[in-house]
């Protein structure tokens, strides 16, 4: 199992692979009126890690990922004009991989990757 520290840029983008597609699905299913169980279940476990995260963090993940403008909204225009104040490209890369971890963790996300936390 790795830490969150631990683990190398490769991992932390295949970790950012397999959480996006769960932040799109959560973005997509929101706007639904009919849903099913299931996905009600996906909804509320999903909404129960985003409110989970710290304030920054979850700033980064909800208007960069879950929002409905998400898909205009680019990690520059995050870090030099959401970000308040304004931070550079390795802070806030840094920030959206830890929400990522913590996403994963939670989720329990197939993420190829051994995770653990302390």
Partial sequence: MKLFKSLTTSEKRKIREAVIPELEQYRILRSLENINDAQETFLRRMEKALEGLPSIEKLVITKRYTDNDSDYVTDYQM???????PVCVVTYSSIRDRAMFKIALFLEIDTGIDLKVC
Wanted: net charge neutral; charged share 0%.
């Fill in 79 to 85: 870090y030099n004009i959401y970000m308040n104040p």
